[in-house]
């Protein structure tokens, strides 16, 4: 089944503690991408990623890292996570070329509570 | 900057009736305009997108959207909702050229349907 997998679904972590939230996608994609969600704010972009060992920032990039040493993987590190990056994260994926622009495939989330 | 505004926070409908959900753009030209649904506790999915041609465009699960330039409004429609299209709807829009990994989302319009 063609899926994005992101885990942990649900972490409860304290400010200062570095974590790392996973994403693996089984389509092949070459374009993957990290969002948040917050209430009245919508889907906003961390960083994505072209291309193995090709990434670039989005809107809010501020106290994420990513890396993409593969293609099937995009891990977003928090290095010294602060309550503000208390949000729902949702990993993405698409084919590359034109014609697949916004076609993302999501995986289901990652609830992420910062104390 | 491209901008999407979705009017419309809550929407609530009787099963069996028609719905519209309202999605306007700000942007120099015409993007590419895509529809996503997220049900509760899962990621988004694309129910259908406008490149060019013909302004009425179809997607999955009966919803429909029209693309009107003169308003840069894209719409999306539902002749007779269904108690599980009860979800939460994002509108976006992405640059024709060069903006294939810039895809803004709206804040949503929640969705809720009486049996």
């Known amino acids: 089944e063609a899926q994005v997998t992101q885990n942990p679904r649900y972490l409860i972590t304290v400010t200062g503690k570095k974590l790392t939230v996973t994403c693996s996608q089984n389509m092949n994609h070459e374009y993957m991408s990290w969002y948040r969600q917050d209430p009245g704010l919508g889907l906003r972009q961390i960083y994505y990623s072209m291309n193995v060992e090709v990434t670039d920032k989005g809107d809010v990039p501020e106290g994420y890292k990513v890396s993409r040493k593969e293609k099937r993987n995009f891990p977003l590190i928090l290095e010294s996570p602060s309550p503000n990056q208390t949000s729902l994260y949702f990993c993405?994926?698409?084919?590359?070329?034109?014609?697949?622009?916004?076609?993302?495939?999501f995986g289901e989330g990652s609830r992420l509570t910062v104390l | 900057a491209q901008s999407v505004t979705q009017p419309d926070i809550h929407i609530t409908v009787s099963e069996g009736a028609s719905l519209e959900l309202r999605c306007n753009y700000s942007y120099g030209a015409t993007p590419y305009l895509f529809w996503y649904v997220q049900s509760p506790g899962q990621g988004l999915q694309l129910l259908l997108k406008?490149?060019?041609?013909?302004?009425l465009v179809q997607g999955i699960k009966g919803f429909e959207a029209e693309f009107k330039r003169s308003q840069s409004s894209f719409n999306l429609r539902k002749p007779s909702v269904h108690w599980s299209d009860a979800a939460e709807y994002f509108c976006?829009?992405?640059?024709?050229?060069?903006?294939?990994?810039?895809?803004?989302f709206g804040t949503g319009t929640q969705l809720k349907v009486e049996l």
């Open positions: 976006a829009v992405a640059p024709l050229t060069g903006g294939g990994n810039k895809l803004t």
């Open positions: 406008y490149f060019s041609g013909d302004t």
């Open positions: 993405a994926s698409r084919r590359a070329g034109s014609t697949n622009t916004g076609e993302l495939f």
